[in-house]
């Protein structure tokens, strides 16, 4: 764990879906903290919460069905969850900004990429309209936007997938915020693209101190961007622990399974053609979970107990936890 | 310019020679002339029987166009596709419909490829009843096994797309493709969909079946660690031709081409004591391929480019034995 004081700190969040056919514990008391230039990592596969979590720490979930219903988010010494919603809209983009997914779907399609960032400017950081659009063309240099003097009057249509991320990333940086949510955030890019932006994203949060929560499902990008991982299974947090511990000695068997059943490329080039150890059966859904631990199902390790009673989250090494009863606690070897 | 055979054997169940495929674009400004799209732009290789040919590249490159072009799902322009010797792109309609048992595809969407009102029985049914002609009940039995074979249990033949998982689905789209019977199966990105642990196993059933039924893959994706797994050689696509062929050994090991060499370094390593290895960051953006650059069209992004890149077209040499490279550096 970090020694710095926490930036953010997210406690027992828990975010459900009231369907018609039932509630959905879309995040069921999840906590996390991450730190001034620190990077936690959040994995899992779909429908694990992760995206819903990054939602809930800005209010942002879609309601109906969505509801917050416990927990607390503190950030600047407040809980952000008692916020009125004026109070919450300045928080938002000015000290905590997210990067979503698809660019195209995020940004205006009818406002010019300048407006929509000199705007967002305008707003937080109560400057004039012409200096304003002195930074606007100043953070799109700064993500490496070419001609950007000129970029300033394009409509998001006009420009390619890289483009669009880029404009996300100095929106979501033009009011240095303290932390960034990027949920998915080189997704729908190209490697080529994607290892561009990310080598970006690392350079500005070291000169700016940005905190960040790397939501991803993608085992490479944690590896070599997160200082911290947190996995989720089934809207909890079943592990977290710095990166090297995670991937050395992953101790929850969920972890342990998708660890191994990525294929990675092998520059020695001497991968056999192997068959890939499985986790078997499916991603659960949410509306069905069964008794006890979500993962027990899937988990060649469970007992009768992981089926009758879902197991704490708790400190199994230095910096380590899990939610297994299969692991044995070992803190003080 | 006679093309390269680029088999290993005399005898290939798939052999494309110089495929071109073009689009018209759009109209260009003030002009009456509509652009073209260069999306598959002479591009030559072939597939042995029980081989994966790997197919990777970005977005835009043309790998799509490629595939769907080898099985005449889009018409090429010019160039050869020959299917256990028989060249498909000159044949009528009826004699492509007699060979299309012998060559299937796997879509990368599980839920947009089947239809949503026939059950999953009924969709896996339907090429067997159209290229097997066997009787009812002999389709019924065939289906069943197939929905064994690919890990899905036979009760599920009567439920529908929508009442099946994403993995569950992928498993429908390779039963309903095996079920003809054929030699060659395209793959259109089709784990990309998936989550990592079940991408795993729908890998695992693709090369479980090759050994068993002796069948070639062209698997298309765009996720290289996938392809290093799955595939015995990988050819490497960039704005409609191949730049790189090689055994996949040879190929992450000695990358040849300047554009090759970039997109393995980019690959993010599921390994942090791997972390800061030196990456190539290749400047800009993939040129569009409605107006391709001149030469050999990776010389606008490549750290090597020289005065001939832009003028000459390098094709397609052997270097080391099987590895294929055009670049004029070598």
């Keep these: ?333 | 310019m006679s093309a390269p055979s680029l088999a290993s054997t005399a005898t290939p169940v798939l052999r494309v020679t110089d495929l071109v495929k073009h689009y018209a674009g759009r109209r260009r400004p003030l002009s009456r002339e509509k652009s073209v799209v260069h999306a598959v732009d002479g591009v030559s290789f072939a597939i042995d029987a029980g081989e994966t040919l790997g197919l990777v590249g970005e977005s835009g490159c043309g790998k799509s166009t490629l595939g769907r072009a080898v099985l005449r799902l889009v018409e090429p322009t010019r160039g050869t596709v020959e299917l256990l010797g028989r060249d498909i792109t000159t044949i009528d309609d009826e004699a492509l419909r007699q060979l299309r048992r012998h060559m299937q595809m796997i879509f990368q969407d599980p839920f947009s490829s089947l239809n949503p009102r026939l059950s999953a029985g009924e969709i896996v049914a339907e090429p067997i009843r159209i290229h097997r002609r066997s009787t009812a009940a002999e389709t019924q039995d065939r289906v069943a096994t197939l929905f064994e074979r690919v890990g899905l249990r036979p009760e599920q033949m009567d439920d529908y797309p929508s009442q099946f998982s994403g993995g569950q689905r992928q498993r429908v789209g390779i039963a309903r493709a095996l079920g003809a019977g054929p030699d060659l199966i395209v793959g259109d990105e089709p784990v990309s969909a998936l989550d990592v642990s079940i991408q795993a196993q729908v890998v695992n059933l693709l090369m479980d079946l090759q050994d068993e039924y002796g069948l070639s893959y062209l698997f298309i994706a765009h996720d290289l660690a996938v392809v290093q797994h799955i595939s015995h050689r990988i050819a490497v696509m960039y704005l409609g031709r191949i730049v790189e062929l090689a055994p996949k050994r040879a190929l992450f090991a000695t990358p040849q081409h300047p554009y090759t060499q970039a997109l393995l370094s980019a690959v993010p390593v599921p390994d942090p004591a791997a972390r800061r290895k030196q990456r190539i960051i290749l400047s800009g953006d993939l040129p569009s391929p409605a107006n391709p650059p001149s030469g050999c069209r990776f010389h606008t992004r490549c750290v090597h480019a020289m005065p001939r890149c832009s003028t000459e077209t390098p094709v397609l040499k052997e270097g080391q034995r099987g590895h294929w490279v055009a670049c004029h550096l070598y």
């Design chain 1, 1 to 333: 764990m970090n020694d710095a004081a926490p930036v953010l700190e997210v406690v027992d969040l828990a975010t459900h879906l009231f369907l018609r056919g039932g509630v959905v514990r879309a995040v069921d008391g999840v906590s996390l903290s991450v730190a001034s230039g620190e990077t936690l990592g959040i994995v899992g596969e779909s429908g694990c919460g992760k995206s819903m979590l990054a939602l809930s720490i800005l209010r942002l979930v879609p309601s109906p069905p969505a509801r917050i219903v416990g927990g607390e988010v503190r950030f600047g010494g407040r809980n952000l969850l008692e916020l009125s919603d004026a109070a919450m809209r300045e928080i938002r983009g000015r000290d905590i900004s997210m990067i979503f997914q698809e660019p195209m779907t995020s940004l205006n399609p009818v406002v010019t990429i300048g407006r929509q960032l000199a705007e967002t400017i305008e707003l937080h950081q109560k400057l004039s309209r012409r200096a304003a659009v002195d930074r606007t063309v100043e953070m799109l240099k700064l993500v490496r936007i070419p001609d950007s003097e000129r970029r300033i009057d394009d409509y998001p249509h006009q420009m390619s997938g890289g483009m669009r991320q880029r404009v996300m990333i100095a929106m979501a940086l033009s009011c240095n915020p303290k932390v960034i949510l990027a949920d998915e955030p080189t997704t729908a890019l190209d490697v080529t693209i994607q290892a561009q932006l990310l080598d970006l994203m690392a350079e500005l949060q070291a000169k700016f101190g940005t905190a960040m929560l790397l939501i991803t499902h993608d085992m490479g990008l944690i590896a070599e961007n997160a200082d911290r991982v947190m996995v989720m299974y089934a809207g909890r947090k079943v592990e977290e622990a710095p990166v090297a511990e995670l991937f050395a000695q992953p101790l929850h068997p969920y972890t342990q399974g998708l660890l191994g059943s990525v294929p990675r490329v092998d520059e020695g080039g001497a991968v056999e053609r192997r068959r890939l150890p499985e986790i078997p059966g499916n991603v659960p859904s949410l509306a069905n979970l069964p008794s006890g631990c979500a993962f027990a199902p899937r988990c060649a390790r469970a007992v009768a107990q992981c089926r009758e009673r879902a197991p704490p989250l708790e400190l199994k090494r230095q910096g380590h936890s899990a939610a297994c009863w299969r692991v044995e606690s070992g803190v003080n070897r």
